[in-house]
Structures are given as structure tokens and as C-alpha cells.
């Protein structure tokens, strides 16, 4: 699913934004070939929506203001693995998701150990606590 959106600038239609989604098996390889393309790592955000993780990691071309995102859906029990091995400015990005949503992510570089927030609850904006409680008492 490719999305793309549209600004008018003095009349012009500029594709600003496309996303691009694809398996979480292609994460590494597209993202190497978007940093070999000259595309800068800009962010990488996630939301918990419909039963499964949308992990978004968006690249920036900074003389065109364009912008593609990656998007990978994956399942709670799902384990991807982290692309700060080459891009290592997704470190804090990568364990917010691991802290706040409890994406499974192997392989951070340097990895917080759930110690990036103060907070008193595991994956507050992740699977909710019901859910949680009836996988455990299901499996």
C-alpha cells in the first residue's frame, strides 16, 4: 500500500511524502539502500492499531524535501531487528518503541534497557493490560 501526499506550492503539485510498506524480512536491506541512495534517517515512530505494531521509519532527500517512510506491520510476539548498526541515529527511536509499545527489537547497539523513561508500567501505549492478561491465562 503506497500512499502519497500532496501540497500545492505556487501552483506546483509536490509529492512530499510517499510510504511504502513492506515485510519486516526487507527492514535492513531497504534501509541500506535508501542511506546508499543518499537519503538521511529522519525518524522512526510506532502505534499499536487493529491487534499489531506500525512501525514507521521515514528518510529525508534534503535538496528535494522529499520524504519516503518504510512501513512495517508486525504481531506483538513478532522480533525485528534493529538497523542502528549502520544508522545509528535510530537508537533512541528504537528503544522508545522497545520501552513504550514493547516492540521486540534485537540487536540495538546500545540498548537502555527500559531505563530511556521513568515510567511505572511496561509498554504503557502497547498491547493493553486486558490483552495481555488473556494471552497469559490462554497459553
Known amino acids: 500500500m503506497d500512499e502519497t501526499v500532496e501540497l500545492k506550492t505556487n501552483d506546483k503539485v509536490r509529492q512530499l511524502s510517499k510510504i511504502e510498506e513492506i515485510p519486516a524480512s526487507d527492514l535492513l536491506e531497504r534501509c541500506l539502500e535508501l542511506k546508499r541512495e543518499g537519503l538521511r534517517f529522519s525518524q522512526a515512530c510506532a502505534a499499536y492499531y487493529e491487534d499489531k505494531f506500525h512501525l514507521t521509519y521515514t528518510f529525508s532527500n534534503y535538496e528535494t524535501l522529499e520524504a519516503l517512510s518504510l512501513r512495517v506491520v508486525i504481531s506483538p510476539e513478532e522480533e525485528i531487528h534493529s538497523i542502528t548498526e549502520f544508522i545509528p541515529a535510530a537508537l533512541f527511536y528504537e528503544n522508545e518503541m522497545k520501552e513504550i509499545f ?12 527500559n531505563k530511556l523513561y521513568r515510567i511505572n508500567v511496561e509498554a504503557p501505549l502497547g498491547v493493553p493490560q486486558e490483552e495481555k492478561k488473556e494471552e497469559e491465562n490462554n497459553g
Open 102 to 113: 514493547g516492540v521486540k527489537i534485537k540487536l540495538i547497539t546500545n540498548d537502555l534497557d
